[in-house]
């Protein structure tokens, strides 16, 4: 469960936000980052800097199943090729677990990461292997509603990441219709958002509503796994419809290439959502 918008006003006269403490723990070779309460904001294998710890943040990396940023084609579909440099936008840096992963991984991308807390970043630096800024990596201490609804950034991201909690887990502390709606139009077509929601929440259910109003009810949701989180996948541009097979040998070089458990994640996602049975359509 990750946050990087915890802020609060401290009163009228000073509109200038607060944070809650950027905290540190280590167990068993893994070191979490906290924000003053138990709660896990991310994790890092400490000799394995550059992996994927937690498994819903492995599985926030599925708009690869659709999307390859070393080829800017949806893999699975009939999706023309892009000249643009392919963007992965991450709402919410935490460990930099994302971010770390796509910038070692897709070296042809322009990573971008969101964080409102400065202590965040340089957390993510200075304790968990986070390279500094360069040609391909770009970290903006920046509010994650004001970076999306920036006309500027409309239609420019291809992979979309958004995990942003407060340091308590009580819902995501951006969910309104506005800012889904911001996300959508932020994003290219074909472009993919996955979001990561807390599933044993009263927000979950609003949370779903809104994606699926702003992405047209082209929305698939991945099993619970650990602490409630749910992750779901939402869809802009072309109609997608294939085979299992083939999102399976997709899932299959995936898990080989990068080791992300990414065969596990396609029996879960035929089996959850609705009509999906014999073929993924959305």
């Given at each position: 469960m990750a946050n990087k918008q915890v802020r609060k006003t401290v009163n009228k006269k000073d509109p200038k936000p607060t944070f809650a403490p950027v905290t540190f723990s280590e167990e068993s070779g893994v070191r979490f980052l906290h924000f003053g309460t138990w709660w896990v904001q991310g994790a890092m294998r400490i000799n394995k800097p550059d992996f994927i710890e937690l498994e819903y943040a492995q599985q926030m990396m599925a708009g690869l199943l659709f999307l390859d940023p070393n080829d800017k084609r949806l893999k699975i579909s009939k999706s023309k090729k892009s000249d643009k440099p392919f963007h992965m936008v991450q709402l919410g840096l935490g460990t930099g677990a994302l971010t770390k992963f796509a910038h070692k991984h897709f070296p042809k991308a322009q990573v971008t990461a969101i964080d409102l807390n400065p202590a965040v970043i340089?957390?993510?630096?200075?304790?968990?292997?986070?390279?500094?800024?360069?040609?391909?990596?770009?970290?903006?201490?920046?509010?994650?509603?004001?970076?999306?609804?920036?006309?500027?950034?409309?239609?420019?991201?291809?992979?979309?990441?958004?995990?942003?909690?407060?340091?308590?887990?009580?819902?995501p502390a951006l969910s309104s219709p506005e800012f889904y709606q911001a996300c959508y139009d932020s994003l290219k077509e074909p472009g993919v958002m996955t979001v990561n929601l807390f599933g044993n929440h009263k927000s979950y259910k609003s949370n779903i509503t809104n994606i699926c109003n702003a992405f047209n009810n082209r929305v698939m949701v991945f099993q619970q796994v650990h602490d409630c989180n749910i992750v779901v996948i939402a869809f802009k541009g072309p109609h997608l419809e294939v085979d299992w097979s083939d999102v399976k040998g997709r899932a299959a070089y995936l898990e080989k290439k990068y080791g992300l458990p990414t065969k596990t994640w396609v029996p879960g996602l035929r089996s959850e959502n609705a009509r999906q049975e014999n073929y993924l359509s959305i």
């Open positions: 340089v957390a993510a630096r200075v304790m968990f292997n986070m390279p500094p800024s360069n040609q391909h990596l770009h970290v903006l201490q920046t509010d994650a509603l004001k970076y999306v609804t920036n006309k500027k950034n409309k239609e420019s991201i291809d992979l979309l990441q958004v995990d942003l909690y407060d340091a308590t887990a009580r819902g």
